[in-house]
DNA sequence: CATTGTGAACTCATTCACAGCG
DNA sequence: CGCTGTGAATGAGTTCACAATG
């Protein structure tokens, strides 16, 4: 295993194969070969060996890649061989939708905590059987519950201040849905899904590539 | 203007220019350089006058660009300087909070109708006023209300089966909210929003990079 | 002998550096 | 004079091609 800059493209690709992986195990696959496992990502075969390759020597020559091994050695690449505590702030319609999504718990991923600044829904217990804390408590529930990622769904406006308190309270993972770029310290990642650029590429697209 | 290929990258630079020129023009700013315009959106200045390169002449030697020209230039190139009608299918938390958005009408994306295949759904009208139709209605209602971009919050199981629908009523352009890649032909666009990915790229990053 | 693992070649994207111009 | 527009230089990421090997 070889520690050179990785690609970020590449930790995307991980996170298809994983999920080609646990495809091909629940069709009764024991190995595959990087062709097929390219061609399922739509990818290039040499791309799928480069990729693993910053990594290990995860295949047999000869033969492909163990499914279930495989499967288990990206999950520790990723650290998605554990479960991780997420706390959401802004309990809208996109929030509400979030919290009752099923592929988090299966991957993983539980929201522990939401928060609002609405009176109306401080108080409010969620069907996840969650209640919905005042904002000003997230500080004190973070360390109580070990929150290491932070999901932001509030409107733009408040986007940054939530960061920032999140940030304070050592959260060092935001995972932001409102369409607006927050700055945070160097110590604090942040992703952002932003469905209007995607929209925007699209009609580009449509434009111009038809 | 010169026709070379550019870069996926820039597409979506542009978008983010677009948003920072809204606010720089709610701020009253008049002109803006591409310093200024870069710093905002955390890019490298030569960044922005090469994405706008690609497109046209659009600055002032030793002034900068104009805020409001600018706006009307990048909406022309990403063509939002009009209305898309879309089409949504899977109306369950995710696909309601979605109709709920105030994001896409301000941005001239309407959604123009809803379709589900669950029976106790189908026929029950929105908040919105939006009636939910059966999916076997969508050919007929895509003509209809000419309807360009389809979005697929269904469970990933049957999200291929939506996209095939959405191809053949001549849907080309499809945003997947569902964690799965779905396969159409070379005249169709895909945008994936997969929330899972995110979450992953950003454990592998806490795991490595702090 | 089929398939991995990987240096080298290539392609694509970003940044530099400065000429061009209002 | 200051900032844009852009060719040239650099850097990053992907693909090729083949040696290594179970």
Redesign the pocket.
């Known amino acids: 295993m070889?520690t050179g800059?990785?690609?970020?493209?590449?930790i995307t690709r991980l996170s298809f194969y994983y999920r080609q992986l646990e495809l091909l195990e629940f069709d009764g696959y024991r190995m595959?070969?990087?062709?097929k496992?390219a061609w399922l990502c739509q990818?290039?075969?040499?791309?799928v060996?480069?990729d693993?390759?910053y990594f290990?020597?995860?295949?047999?020559?000869?033969?492909?890649?163990d499914v279930i091994d495989l499967q288990q050695e990206i999950k520790k690449i990723l650290a998605v061989n554990r479960n991780w505590n997420m706390g959401i702030v802004g309990i809208g319609n996109l929030g509400s939708a979030l919290l009752q999504h099923q592929n988090f718990p299966t991957r993983g991923f539980s929201f522990v905590a939401a928060f609002d600044s609405d009176e109306n829904k401080i108080g409010k217990v969620l069907s996840s059987g969650l209640m919905i804390k005042d904002i000003r408590d997230l500080k004190e529930t973070v360390k109580e519950l070990n929150i290491e990622i932070g999901v932001i769904t509030t409107p733009p406006s408040v986007a940054q201040g939530v960061a920032d308190i999140f940030s304070e309270a050592q959260v060092n993972a935001l995972l932001n849905f409102s369409p607006t770029q927050i700055h945070v310290p160097e110590t604090c990642l942040v992703e952002n899904i932003d469905f209007t650029i995607k929209l925007d590429i699209l009609t580009y697209k449509l434009k111009n590539e038809i």
Chains 1, 2 share one sequence.
């Open positions: 070889k800059k990785i690609p970020k493209a590449t595959v070969s990087s062709e496992l990818v290039n075969p040499a791309q060996r480069k693993l390759g290990g020597e995860f295949g047999v020559r000869g033969v492909g890649y």
